[in-house]
């Protein structure tokens, strides 16, 4: 029987990027959208708990994230408003 996985008690950015087979600069892009995990600070540093990164996983689990690419092809920046 294998033991379950773990996470760390905090994450820094980076590491939970790799912990999660993403770039960084996708997390940035998710937080951006508003779809990444909740980031704490502390001090200069920003920090993803063990809470928010279970609870991320939760909601995002079988669901597709969303890109900025698509959103803007949907929805073009600068776009007139539709009446």
């Known amino acids: 029987m294998e033991a379950a996985h773990r996470d760390p008690e905090v994450y820094?950015?980076?590491s939970f990027a790799?912990?999660?087979h993403m770039s960084r600069s996708r997390l940035y892009e998710l937080l951006?959208?508003?779809c990444g995990?909740?980031?704490t600070a502390n001090g200069r540093r920003k920090i993803i708990t063990r809470e928010a990164?279970?609870?991320?996983?939760?909601v995002w689990t079988g669901k597709s994230?969303?890109?900025?690419?698509r959103r803007e092809i949907e929805e073009p920046r600068g776009?007139?408003?539709r009446a």
Request: glycine fraction near 4%; aromatic fraction near 4%; charged fraction near 35%.
């Open 18 to 20: 790799e912990a999660h």
């Open 79 to 81: 776009a007139p408003e």
């Open 65 to 69: 994230l969303p890109s900025r690419a």
């Open 37 to 39: 995990p909740a980031v």
């Open 12 to 14: 820094d950015l980076p």
């Open 32 to 34: 951006d959208l508003g």
């Open 53 to 58: 990164a279970e609870e991320w996983r939760r």
